[in-house]
């Protein structure tokens, strides 16, 4: 099994967008059962909470089925988790000083926006201050960017989908 832990700061816009629409995709590919995801923050602004409402909005506007619960980072998802993959530079280093601190490092740490072909900027935009519009470009951002993941792990992991 592969597992996949998106990453975000506070574990309700970004990262539980991601995870949502991931696992939406791989049950479209027929991936269930090679291919699982999660979801969380390098903080711990919102342990517990739900996703953001209008990461929510977005998620049913899309057709997409978000259930989720916002953690963070543990010292453990370096163990369990195969690619961790941050939506931004910031958390991108609080994943490697984390690591750093317990000796653990990644498997494969990636930045969501190099799966993207042609991404206009190396960062997924944190929407939480912004209207309902940014989460939508967040998704289309993440549409792209998780087909490129999931061909990366298709050719990383010799598996082809079912569609």
């Keep these: ?3 996949v832990l998106f990453i975000c700061l506070g574990n309700i816009c970004r990262s539980p967008l991601a995870e949502a629409l991931f696992i939406h995709k791989i ?3 027929s991936y269930k059962d090679l291919i699982t995801a999660d979801s969380c923050g390098t903080s711990d602004y919102h342990i517990g909470e739900l996703p953001d409402e209008r990461a929510l909005a ?3 506007k899309n057709g997409i089925f978000m259930e989720h619960r916002g953690r963070q980072l543990h010292r453990t998802d370096f163990r369990d988790f ?3 993959v941050a939506m931004d530079h910031s958390n991108l280093e609080n994943i ?3 690591s750093m601190q317990v000796k653990l490092a990644p498997k494969n740490l990636h930045l969501m926006r190099e799966f993207q072909q042609d991404a206009e900027f190396p960062e997924v935009p944190d929407p939480y201050y912004g209207g309902e519009e940014g989460f939508q470009k967040v998704f289309e951002i993440l549409d792209e960017s998780l087909d490129g993941l999931i061909l990366e792990l298709e050719s990383r992991h010799q598996f082809n989908g079912i569609s």
Aim: charged share 40%; proline share 0%.
């Design 96 to 98: 490697k000083k984390l």
């Design 27 to 29: 049950s479209h590919k």
């Design 58 to 60: 977005c998620a049913k």
């Design 1 to 3: 099994m592969i597992r």
């Design 82 to 84: 195969d690619y961790l």
